[in-house]
């Protein structure tokens, strides 16, 4: 899974601190998502998409050929 | 009193220390009672602490890691004392003193892995397990 919450958040101009502050996580959650060693659950990536006003979609993308990082 | 994470984890070690020297002290003065009852007044203060904190200090991520490490714990506790368990039983004849700590192991390493069977039943039924109907 790959993601854009670097660009979202700096189109929100939001620090990572902040974004786990309104997502209720904590910065290391944030800082592994954005870095594709974590995979957010769905409520979490919900949450996300609607903090950006975007769909689910437009912020993380499916990519079969990367590995999973649970594994 | 609200407090950060920094003094609680500060203010939990300090209760984690201390309950296992007082627990550890009546243990050595052989009063049962006392043991249990520092481990629960021990415990009462470790929640307390840790129902003061403020901010996210575990989240989704941390749940994931602590089930992950959890797992691993157990199956390397159970293959391992399963194995020196039956090793020492094995060898009762050259080491007949250690016989007890092979069974001790031995029995540790089936109540583990029936607790385990157990939780686990439990918690697949939680989270809507349900017997396929084959047709």
Redesign the interface.
């Known amino acids: 899974m790959r993601n854009k919450i670097k660009v979202y958040r700096a189109i929100f101009d939001l620090t990572q601190e902040e974004l786990a502050k309104k997502l209720g996580v904590t910065r290391q959650t944030i800082i592994a998502i954005e870095k594709d060693k974590y995979n957010p659950s769905l409520d979490l990536a919900f949450k996300m998409a609607r903090i950006f006003g975007v769909k689910i979609e437009e912020i993380f993308e499916y990519d079969e050929l990367a590995p999973d990082p649970s594994e | 009193m609200p407090m950060d994470a920094k003094t609680s984890r500060i203010c939990r070690m300090v209760i984690i220390v201390g309950t296992v020297a007082i627990a550890g002290w009546f243990a050595v003065m052989a009063e049962a009672a006392l043991v249990l009852a520092s481990a629960a007044v021990g415990a009462v203060l470790y929640h307390l602490c840790r129902s003061r904190i403020k901010e ?7 749940e ?1 890691v602590s089930e ?1 490490a959890a797992k691993v714990a157990v199956e390397a506790f159970a293959a391992a004392s399963a194995l020196v368990g039956v090793l020492l039983i094995a060898a009762r004849n050259e080491h007949p003193e250690l016989i007890n700590a092979g069974f001790a192991l031995a029995f540790s390493a089936c109540a583990l892995m029936i607790l385990y069977s157990a939780l686990y039943g439990y918690y697949n039924r939680r989270y809507g397990f349900e017997p396929c109907d084959e047709e």
Do not use: F, H, L
């Open positions: 996210v200090v575990a989240d989704e991520r941390d994931r992950r």
